[in-house]
């Protein structure tokens, strides 16, 4: 009985774990493909909040989750088209840019949630996802319930987190992104289009943002707050770092910081005599604790943070 006990509670934490990862590693992905290119985009945080948003718009107005998943990564592809516009075509600060955009995602989600919902108490009611069980693989002990009794949308993640490292490392288009990160000139001199490549990746961090976003108001919370991504995209980009840029490291970064998330809810839950907000620093500092043993190890690509322009134009 106390065996059995165990593993549920394991399976249990496991399973949560893997549920307050998802938008972390989702992210990720997105900011892989950037980081790799040569760009540094902080603006994770302002991309997810607004497709949070914009995935609860949709799902309330079109009446189903998957509606709203897709309104949310248009929504993130168009925010990343607009990011990458202004650091690959007009050379803007890629740090100020992306603070610029987590600030435009704070002001724009709360000024159209109360100009669409109203100011009210009761929040909107949306349709969410429900968590789908796989079968067979469901029936495994602890692992089971852990990795497949989720929504799909974390299956879809799974399998996004595989694609960007076959993409990345085992594709043509992958070695063009590499090399346009560790040196822009060179590839350029090859044929590479260095600003296409850049403009790709930045499209394709938006809209992983936008997915993730979605998945945090339809899958996660159920519901928009504001400010409900609290954090979670600075994690993804601490996910990145400590995963060496490799979407595989990134998924395990990722786990690690969820399982720090799941543990805070489990203490709050057990009632321990310490003030919650010391409980809900835990990931975060976690996060730290995590990067500062990185600091000196890990090397972003070499042309990280430098606008590219043609020997023509320079």
Partial sequence: MLDSVVLTTVSDFLQAAVRMASPIFIAAVGLVFTGRSGITNIGAEGTMLMGSLAAVIGAYFLGTPGAGLLVAMLVGLLVGLFFAYLVVSVKADQIVMGMAINLLGLGATTTFFRIVFKISTVPPQVTAFSPWEVPLLSRIPVLGPAFFVQIPVVYLGFVLVGVAYFVLFRTTWGLSVRA?????????????????????????????????GGYLSLGLLRGFTENMVAGRGFIALAAVTFGRWNPLGALAASLLFGAGDALQLRLQAAGFHVPYQFMLMLPYVLTMVALAGLVGKSRPPAATGKPYERASQA
């Fill in 180 to 212: 346009v990160g560790e040196h822009p000139r060179a590839a350029d001199t090859v044929g590479i289009n260095v600003l296409a490549v850049r403009y790709a990746c930045c499209l394709v961090d938006g809209l992983m943002a936008g997915l993730a």
